[in-house]
């Protein structure tokens, strides 16, 4: 049997038990794009808040997801199994925007679906009635500030991904590239502002940490000269261990500032990485409050009132002049 089967089967199990165990409470899901990325942990920290201070709602917060973020299969079976076993409204991080949105356009559900996270692309947002979560092209804007900061006159610079199909990640590197360029709908940085992408990047990490700290030691043995490394995501800091080992390799750099490295996120071991002098600046999202706010929002659309969209859940900066959030989280 296929590993996706064998995770939907499981997956099956669990729902049943989570729908069998709501008795007569409507389900309100969540689903991310995978439970091995701790940031979705936090968005599930919010919906499991919602929950305890909402024990006598009839909905409950049910968050779910492949086991892997590299699944997108797998997380459009997910949908497409709940969708068909009843929820009230569904809150989707879609890993593949146009997958997840052509089988939401094939099964065109009756009951309220929104994104979280991560959008639809925008052809496509007609199937979902608001986005909650980060304005990721500001995201990508507030990046390239940082760095413009530093190095004034440009530079070499290699950009980290995610999936190569994920809105929100793209929209982050639209917004970097326009903004160190100074010049919208930039595909790629080839001089502007001074700012050039080296030929081996950008770099796409499926969301894995290992592999995109595998990544980040492969691009800073191959290109001495490096300026500027940027993490669109966090995921590399995700296991703080082996990045850890990764930025011993050119602390000396990072020190003196020869080489900066500016990454997205400020969960617990990326604010202490940033306090280890092993990145320049953290531009960090607000998961907890999607997960939180999620579940109100679904029940809006579930009652058809009027909702914002979109829906932004704001950013918190860190710099080494400014540490901000990151000095006591």
Known sequence: MKLTNLLIGAMTVSMTATFASAQDKQVLAIVVKGLDNPFFEQINLGCQQW???????????????PASSADEAGEIQIVDDLLTRGVAAIA????????????????????PVMTIDADFLEEDRDLRATYLGTDNYLMGVYMAEQAMALKPDGGTVCLQLGNV?????????????????????IDRLTGQNGWT?????????????DLANQQMSDVFIANPDLDAFILVGGWAQFAPQAYAQVTDQVM??????ELIII????LPPQTQAF???RSHAQVGQRPFEMGYRAPDVMIQLINGESVDDPLFT????CNQSDPGFCADN
Do not use: H, W
């Open 165 to 185: 199909a994920a809105d929100n990640i793209n929209a982050r590197a639209q917004g970097f590239r326009d903004t160190a360029g100074g010049e919208d709908g």
């Open 275 to 277: 306090r280890d002098g």
């Open 252 to 257: 000396d750099k990072l020190q003196s500032g």
């Open 51 to 65: 929950m305890a201070e909402n024990a006598d709602s009839e909905y409950e917060c049910f968050y779910t997801g």
């Open 92 to 111: 989707i991080s879609p890993s593949n925007a146009p997958g997840m949105a052509n089988r939401i356009r094939a099964i065109a559900p009756d009951v």
């Open 197 to 209: 992408e080296i030929d081996s990047c950008p770099v796409f990490t499926n969301d894995q940490a």
């Open 314 to 317: 704001g950013l918190d900066i």
């Open 263 to 266: 990454a997205g996120d400020t």
